[in-house]
């Protein structure tokens, strides 16, 4: 079964302290690894889509990167406007448009 | 585009009523998915479509849940009767598969069950 786990839960930092988010991922094969960001009484919105370890995506202060097990959110240098929960997701090349989440983990970037 | 357009906003019922939460996609999209959050369990997909077709039903958690497409414009979910464990907020997406294979979010329905 298709599962993915998120570390940590939560994560305080001060603004411009950087860190990275995990994501870990048991999956029959990869089609995507997708990170999205949800604000507070909104739906997820979409930041990166992963297809191959190796690869690398960024976008302003935020680069995510994907190997074989798990893939990594690195926010270089956080606002206050990153706060948010970020959610990882993936979908297998044999579950057809099936698309898991993971738990997510709030940020709170304190200014 | 407006987007994924879900209604209503917020719902509030007593145990035993029915509930109907309704989807309006992305014009052109023709996946459609119904996603519930809760804190306990996160998001878990319930049920989705393709070209107005269930493809994957196997998350919906009982027959009190029911879901319909009737065109490429409209989806339902439907709950009956509803429990208090019920109580939820349920997203709906669409997706054309483009470049980067993304989800698109409506807000959700925030769904009380008393």
């Known amino acids: 079964e298709d599962q993915v786990t998120q570390s940590p839960e939560a994560l305080r930092l001060q603004e411009g302290e950087s860190s990275s988010l995990n994501c870990s991922y048991t999956?029959?094969?990869?089609?995507?690894l997708f990170w999205y960001r949800q604000d507070p009484g909104k739906g997820p919105e979409f930041l990166f889509t992963l297809y191959s370890a190796g690869e690398e995506k960024e976008k302003e202060r935020l680069k995510a990167t994907l190997t074989k097990k798990e893939s990594f959110l690195h926010i270089t240098a956080p606002k206050p406007e990153d706060s948010a929960t970020y959610l990882c997701a993936v979908r297998s090349n044999t579950g057809g448009f099936k698309t898991i989440f993971g738990a997510g983990t709030r940020l709170f970037v304190k200014a | 585009d407006a987007g994924v357009i879900q209604s209503p906003r917020h719902e509030v019922t007593e145990m035993g009523q029915e509930v109907t939460l309704r989807c309006k996609p992305i014009?052109?999209?023709?996946?459609l998915f119904w996603y519930r959050q809760t804190m306990m369990r996160g998001l878990e997909l319930l049920i989705y479509?393709?070209?107005?077709?269930?493809?994957?039903d196997s998350g919906m958690p009982e027959d009190r849940f029911s879901a319909k497409m009737p065109n490429a414009s409209f989806s339902t979910l439907k709950i009956q009767p509803s429990e208090p464990r019920d109580s939820a907020v349920y997203f709906c997406a669409s997706s054309d598969r483009g470049i980067d294979e993304k989800l698109f979010f409506g807000s959700g329905t925030q769904l009380s069950v008393l």
């Open positions: 999956v029959s094969g990869l089609r995507g």
């Open positions: 479509f393709n070209n107005n077709v269930p493809i994957d």
């Open positions: 014009s052109g999209h023709d996946y």
